[in-house]
């Protein structure tokens, strides 16, 4: 057994939308791959791998971040938060996923979990809104599907009712 | 080896006039300081195209510095701030001026053992006017050229000029020369407009796969003269 | 949700999907964990043309985790390579008529003594991770010789160039050509001549999911499960039966949620993972990563057309010789999909009866040029455009003008092309009005007030424009589509077809066109496709296919099963089976909805033993039809951008986008528009953002993010969608595709509105996409041609 590549493994512990998971995690794994293959909330997508998409967008402590780009061990006794948080355990969905739906802002879905944590942190600064800011909020989330239209649709309704 | 355990390091202050960023200050806390925007709105111009808001929750000032990126917002702003690195190792504290901090193609002053512990600037004083702009391929994107300006103006003269420019150089780059003719000047759009072609002569940019060295060049000079004119209109308004 | 009175085609119901997918359910390839599942990696070329002198594995096989790596010489045995292209061969009457010239495709799997394109796979890592695997990669040593590169097509069809591949002489994957009417005595006789060569860049699909297969094999049982990303199930199941040497019923493909598609194949990858699954004896899953992706997977586009063009005074052409090369990289497994599509799609909405279209298909040293949405038709949109605003600027008339003197008139509707579609039909647009649509474009966009305010602007110096895109997109191309609708004993309905979805929403449309065709609630259909247990055969999701061939299909079976309903009710109720209606999921004679049985009642009687089969009347209530189409459907739309060029640093804001579509009947308009919005974003993309750059050694030059640029939300403009409807004959339910039309226009659209708002200086935007530095350097020679003397 040559070349083996010494490889330190942490046990990692974050609350994962408000309950308290932990796994062992080698240090080099990234947060994205740790929160779908550890703890097998695979919502969260992987897009690019390099920060650019969007798609692996959580929330951590509140923050949006690219957990594509943050190790594992980094977000150790944080509070992360994931699409699967958004709706109640009874299955009812959150004011921004049905505003999604009503305006036809998804299509394939997998963009979907990043743009819905973008949104979920963007509404949360009471924003003032408006076309352009929308859209520069959303700019750093990509789809090839829907246009992004029926997207600023849906976040521009939510401003404007104050949700949530 | 990550710093972001590490307590006390991610400060934004303001000692009067003076801003002091430790090494976890994130970009979206500077963003969010209206102290800063409001005296300084180069500041928040740069933000706001600094990659987007997920980045920025990250990012921190003082590794942006450290990655001495051309193409980065915070090289620049450091320039047009005149700021201050402070640098803490085995061997002591040292501080080192922005201009000197910025030594080759992304390589600082940053010596083995060291780390960046902390940027300070002076907010532009009441009656100056700053102004960040930038051409990148998409919102967010790295600037093919970028301009970062400070203006004052006393009486009816131009009394302190700051151009840093971004995208074009290996390095931040001031464009001293167009600074240095801007001085006692009036601020009329003819001398910005001089000013800005100057500024060519210090850019040394280079081909990539999305702009040739010349266009570069073309606008790189379009956004000092824009930065210009808006670091104007804002010392007249706040005047 | 129930049942509608007016039936369920033309409503914009809301999705089905929506659920799973906006809470995180929905399972993608790379959520596909099977209990002792391992992970591949593959090894690629790093050059583009090389010898492989050397490649030693062994240093990988030792590190702890991998558990095998298998290179060309191990496949011996357990797959073939690829021998035959992905569709049928080329219809015999096109390719007799085209004169066509077609080198037969092969490709390994695995690149054994020599590499022709960058990324050419050339083993496998197999560890218990990916992170292992990609360390091992490291470890591999691969010696490789370089040799001369081939980059572009034009270098390939220079005489003495270096040959790209044995198989294919000359650099010549293939040839043709097409000739509708006298193009040459047309040409010769117009009053007016012009020539242009005009160039549209290579781009890349680039679903935001990368591909991903996993395979599961049963070693006791001999049979194999494969979850691909694959628009085409079945037809990766032929695939994988031939290459494997299995019977097609012992594999079994599915397709999990596909995270956006926008063109396929069937890949290298996606066969060896299921051999080596199957070598292996265990689970293996390959995730992509984007590098790979953007270097490996649906890579389009990448042609140069030189035109010729015989006009009048009046702008009106007479006559259109199109030769062009299209750069097909290495391999040519798409036989001529894309440059036959341009060929037939070129003179889009136009009259022009004397057309030529000659083509050449060169090898280069890239990856192979597949369709993505649009195939071939967005650059025969930009050439065909780009004409008329050539002709426009020659001849002094506004190219509005040009356009509508140019236009087939709806009275001459149906119209014969006077050359072969790619499935052997004669080329008719069937139903639509273009006059009309385009009309209708100008009136939404109120040209007139536009051009005032234009004068305005630019006498300011604010350089706004508009710019006009017509097509046609021949949709719901065959051979066929499969469905089948049961009524189980519950009174459920369910729907088994054959395509797949990434997207377009047919978990929604495609139950609403069964409600209709059955007049039971919507909640009360399932529809499930992408596995090829469904259905014996199916046909897939692919050039904007499945609402024509999947609708009708699932019509088709709908209605029969309805008439075996209402003859099992017939019985029940001692009625006329001309008199009973099935409303509501409900079934009773005209007029006496008191008597109505159920669906679930009459499903339980018609099953085995039950009171309609002890009548002589076959069990069960299922039925299953096969759609085969006529031939193609020509949906059609006009496009209009409006832009402001900023003139000092070449930026393009995209102001206004106005689409006028017709897609004949409208299953659902609210997923037609947003199939309209997203086909002009990826548009926009191909026009100011989106190019594949190989350097002349064949290197990847935009491989991540960074710098192959996707629209973001402040790229893509707001777009006001209205509608034609002309249904057409061709199929039961009267609709046509609407998947790539949109596409098709964009890129032409916004290019003829930065050459509109550049007026009068005349800018030669002939080539896309067009990067704020290349306008720039456009509008300087436009300048310095202006200045200098004539």
């Not at chain 3, 049928?88 to 092969?106: A, C, G, H, Q």
């Not at chain 3, 691969?142 to 198989?167: H, K, Q, T, Y």
């Not at chain 3, 895109?469 to 609708?485: C, L, M, Q, T």
């Amino acid at each position: 057994m040559s070349g083996v590549p010494v490889i330190d493994r942490s046990l990692v512990t974050i609350r994962a939308n408000g309950v308290t998971l932990s796994a062992e995690a080698d240090v080099r794994m990234t947060l994205a791959d740790f929160l779908r293959d550890r703890l097998g909330l695979t919502g969260t997508h992987l897009g690019c791998e390099h920060g650019v998409c969007g798609s692996c967008t959580v929330l951590l402590d509140g923050r949006s971040v690219r957990s594509c780009l943050m190790l594992a061990v980094q977000a150790d006794g944080a509070d992360i938060e994931t699409v699967e948080g958004l709706a109640t355990p009874e299955g009812g969905l959150h004011p921004i996923q049905e505003a999604f739906a009503r305006h036809h802002a998804l299509q394939c879905g997998f963009c979907t979990p990043g743009f819905l944590m973008t949104v979920k942190e963007y509404l949360a600064e009471k924003p003032a809104g408006g076309e352009a800011e929308v859209r520069e909020r959303l700019s750093g989330n990509l789809c090839r599907c829907t246009g992004y239209q029926n997207i600023v649709a849906a976040v521009s309704e939510l401003v404007e009712e104050g949700q949530p | 080896m990550d710093i972001n355990r590490v307590g006390g390091l991610g400060y934004v202050l303001r000692e009067g006039d003076l801003v002091r960023l430790g090494a976890l200050a994130r970009h979206r806390d500077v963003e969010l300081d209206e102290g800063i925007g409001s005296r300084c709105p180069m500041i928040t111009d740069a933000m706001a195209v600094l990659g987007h808001v997920a980045i920025r929750n990250r990012g921190t000032v003082a590794g942006s510095l450290a990655h001495a990126d051309p193409s980065a917002e915070w090289p620049a702003l450091a320039l047009a701030l005149d700021a201050e690195c402070t640098l803490m190792g085995a061997s002591g504290v040292r501080t080192i001026p922005a201009g000197q901090f910025f030594q080759g193609f992304m390589t600082t002053a940053i010596g083995p053992g060291e780390m960046l512990t902390e940027m300070r600037f002076g907010l532009p004083p009441p009656g100056s006017g700053s102004a960040f702009v930038e051409v990148a391929r998409r919102h967010g994107d790295f600037a093919q050229a970028g301009a970062a300006v400070v203006l004052a103006v006393d009486g009816d003269e131009i009394s302190h000029a700051r151009i840093a420019l971004l995208g074009l150089g290996g390095t931040p780059l001031r464009a001293i020369g167009a600074e240095e003719g801007l001085i006692g000047e009036r601020p009329t759009e003819e001398v910005l407009r001089s000013a800005a072609g100057l500024a060519v002569e210090s850019m040394q940019p280079v081909d990539d796969v999305h702009a040739s060295a010349g266009y570069k060049r073309q606008v790189g000079m379009v956004v000092v003269r824009r930065a210009l004119a808006a670091a104007l209109g804002r010392c007249q308004a706040s005047q | 949700m129930t049942g509608l009175v007016d039936g369920y085609l033309g409503a914009s119901v809301p999705r089905r999907e929506d659920r799973r997918l906006l809470m995180g359910a929905g399972k993608f390839a790379a959520d596909v964990a099977l209990p002792g599942m391992v992970e591949a990696v593959f090894l690629r070329s790093p050059l583009a043309h090389a010898m492989v002198v050397g490649l030693d594995v062994s240093r990988a096989l030792d590190l702890d985790g991998v558990l095998a790596v298998y290179t060309a010489a191990d496949l011996e045995g357990k797959a073939e390579s690829f021998t035959r292209p992905f569709y049928k061969n080329v219809d015999p009457e096109v390719e007799r008529r085209s004169n066509l010239e077609i080198t037969p495709y092969r490709a390994d799997l695995l690149a054994r003594d020599r590499v022709i394109r960058l990324d050419e796979p050339l083993a496998v890592v197999v560890a218990s991770d990916r992170y292992i695997a990609e360390d091992a990669l490291e470890l591999i040593q691969l010696d490789l010789e370089p040799l001369p590169v081939v980059s572009d097509a034009e270098a390939a069809l220079a005489p003495g160039a270096p040959e790209v591949n044995p198989d294919v002489p000359g650099n010549i994957h293939a040839r043709f050509r097409i000739v509708a009417g006298r193009p040459e005595e047309a040409l010769a006789a117009s009053p007016r001549r012009l020539t242009e060569t005009i160039r549209f860049g290579r781009s890349v699909g680039s679903p935001i999911e990368t591909r991903g297969v996993v395979a599961m094999p049963d070693p006791g049982r001999g049979t194999l499960t494969v979850w691909a990303n694959n628009q085409r199930p079945h037809l990766l199941r032929t695939y994988l039966a031939e290459m494997l040497g299995m019977a097609d019923d012992h594999i079994r493909v599915i397709a999990p949620e596909i995270g956006g598609s926008f063109g396929g194949g069937i890949y290298a990858e996606e066969i060896l993972v299921a051999a080596l699954a199957r070598d292996l004896g265990r689970p293996l899953r390959w995730i992509e990563d984007r590098r790979e992706n953007l270097g490996n997977a649906r890579q389009s586009r990448d042609q140069v057309h030189h035109v010729e063009v015989g006009f009048d005074d009046d702008g009106r052409i007479l006559a259109l010789k199109d030769w062009f090369a299209l750069d097909c990289g290495a391999y040519n497994p798409f036989a001529i999909t894309i440059p036959y599509n341009t060929a037939s799609h070129m003179r889009n909405q136009f009259r022009i009866e004397h057309f030529e279209s000659e083509v050449v298909c060169a090898a280069t040293n890239k990856l192979q040029n597949t369709p993505v949405r649009g195939a071939g038709r967005p650059v025969a949109v930009f050439v065909m455009d780009r004409i008329v605003d050539l002709v426009a600027d020659e001849t002094g008339v506004d190219p509005a003008e040009v356009r509508r003197r140019n236009l087939i008139p709806g009275d001459l509707m149906p119209y014969d092309m006077g050359m072969l579609y790619r499935d052997g039909a004669p080329i008719e647009y069937d139903a639509g009005d273009f006059t009309e649509q385009f009309e209708r474009l100008l009136t939404v966009v109120d040209l007139d007030g536009f051009r005032r305010e234009q004068a305005e602007m630019k006498a300011v110096g604010r350089m706004i424009g508009i710019g006009f895109s017509s097509h046609v997109e021949g949709s719901g191309y065959g051979p066929y589509e499969g469905a089948k609708v049961r009524i189980d004993d519950s009174g459920h309905v369910t729907v088994h077809t054959g395509t797949t979805t990434h997207g377009q929403s047919h978990e929604t449309t495609l139950a609403q066109v069964c409600a209709d065709a059955l007049g039971v609630p919507m909640d009360d259909v399932t529809v499930r496709f992408g596995d090829t247990d469904l259905i014996s055969h199916g046909g897939g999701t692919f050039a904007s296919r499945v609402a024509v061939t999947g609708g009708s299909a699932v019509h088709m079976a709908a209605e029969l099963v309805k008439a075996k309903v209402v003859s099992v009710a017939a019985i029940m109720l001692e009625a006329n089976p001309g008199d009973l209606e099935v409303v509501g999921g409900r079934v009773y004679p005209r007029g006496a909805p008191d008597v109505a049985l159920s669906l679930a009642e009459i499903a339980q009687a018609a099953a085995p033993g039950g009171f309609a089969t002890s009548q002589g009347i076959e069990p069960g209530l299922e039925e299953q039809s096969f759609y085969i189409p006529p031939t193609v459907v020509f949906a059609s739309g006009s496009h209009a951008a409006i832009v402001e060029v900023d003139p000092e640093t070449g930026v393009v804001d995209l102001i206004r986008y106005v689409v006028v579509d017709e897609c004949g009947r409208a299953i659902n308009p609210m997923v037609v528009d947003g199939q309209e919005h997203g086909g002009v974003a990826h548009g926009v993309g191909n026009a100011l953002l989106e190019e594949v750059i190989y350097d002349s050694e064949g290197q990847l030059l935009t491989g991540t993010f960074m710098d192959y640029l996707l629209p973001s939300a402040t790229d893509v403009p707001r777009i006001e969608v209205h509608h034609q409807e002309f249904p057409t004959e061709r199929n039961p339910i009267g609709v046509k595709g609407v998947g790539e039309g949109a596409t098709s226009s964009a890129p032409a659209a916004v290019a003829s509105a930065i050459v509109d708002a550049l007026r009068p200086l005349r800018v030669r935007l002939n080539e896309l996409p067009v990067s704020p530095a290349r306008l720039l350097k456009l509008i300087e020679d436009a300048r310095q041609e202006a200045s200098s003397p004539t």
